[in-house]
């Protein structure tokens, strides 16, 4: 399934590059005060490693163990010019594999971008450069008639293995049960790819996900999918997501810089407009922004 994962992921990558409006990004100039706070560690080796936990399209497309197209790749290239050092792609299997990376020091940051939420606050920095919705991808006609978490009882419902989305699901099926329906059917997936294959092919309902990449897999399907449940909070409340860095690490700090002067500088806004994502853009990017839980 993996492999299976990749390639699509790959294909989707080499069709998002052809078909993305050109947009001149800027080329970024070492920024030496920047460069000289990043930890001695990473300017000797002259490199950091950031790690993802799969295709997160149309942020990241990953196309190999250490290659990667999409948004983040451009925001990674973008930071990489900034700050002076090489950035290296890593892929792991889920989130709790992406966080705990992070935390042992295997890597150093994943651009991302990760859901932030209080609860993953206590072990990790978020530096949040982007806004999300959470929705439904759904079989074109919407068949199964999942319009919001209140349809869901009953359902198979695809989600990403230890995101947030899955602990809402699970959640309403908890409601579910307690009101007298069926519970959910939670599928979980470790990847992107794999959870809107499984839509495609009916053996889930729905993926509930993040709006930005269920709109891309949306215009990438033929006419096979839509979205349903936008503009609905289903189960969120504000959401904001952004790169991880481990917790008050001064990385951290110099990221948080490094993405002020990539707003300020129109390289943000440029990158973002790129690949279709200016209803995600935020106006200045911030530390630790989520504030609530999800309901």
Known sequence: MKKIAYAMALVLGLTATLVQAAETIPT???????HDRLPDEVKK??????????????????????????????????LSELLGVK??????????????GIKSGRYQLAVGPVGDYPDRQEKNDFIDFVQEFVVF??????????????????????????????????????ACTDAGKPAVTVQSFTDQPSSIL???????????????????????????????????????????QGSVVPKDSELGNVLLDAYKELFKNG??????????????????????LAKGTPK
Not at 267 to 287: C, S
Request: hydrophobic letters at 40%; a positive charge; one cysteine or more.
């Open 28 to 34: 970024q100039t070492v920024d030496k005060a920047l």
């Open 45 to 78: 080796a002259g490199k950091m490693v950031a790690v993802n936990n799969g295709s997160f399209p149309p942020y990241e497309i990953v196309s190999g163990p250490n290659s990667m197209d999409g948004a983040t790749a451009d925001l990674t290239h973008a």
């Open 87 to 100: 950035i290296e792609h890593a892929s792991v299997s889920g989130l709790p594999g992406l966080l705990a």
């Open 137 to 174: 991808g759904v079989q074109k006609g919407n068949p199964a008639k999942i319009n919001g978490l209140e349809d869901t009882c009953g359902k198979r419902i695809a989600v990403m293995a230890g995101g947030s989305a899955e602990q809402v699901i699970r959640k309403q099926s908890v």
């Open 198 to 240: 499984a839509v495609r092919s009916k053996r889930s309902d729905a993926f509930f996900s993040s709006q930005a990449p269920l709109t891309y897999f949306v215009e990438q399907a033929e006419g096979q999918l839509e979205l349903t449940g936008t503009g609905k909070k289903n189960g969120f409340g504000d959401i904001f």
């Open 267 to 288: 390289t943000y806004a440029a990158i973002m407009k790129k690949w279709k994502l200016d209803g995600n853009m935020i106006a200045e990017p911030g530390r630790n």
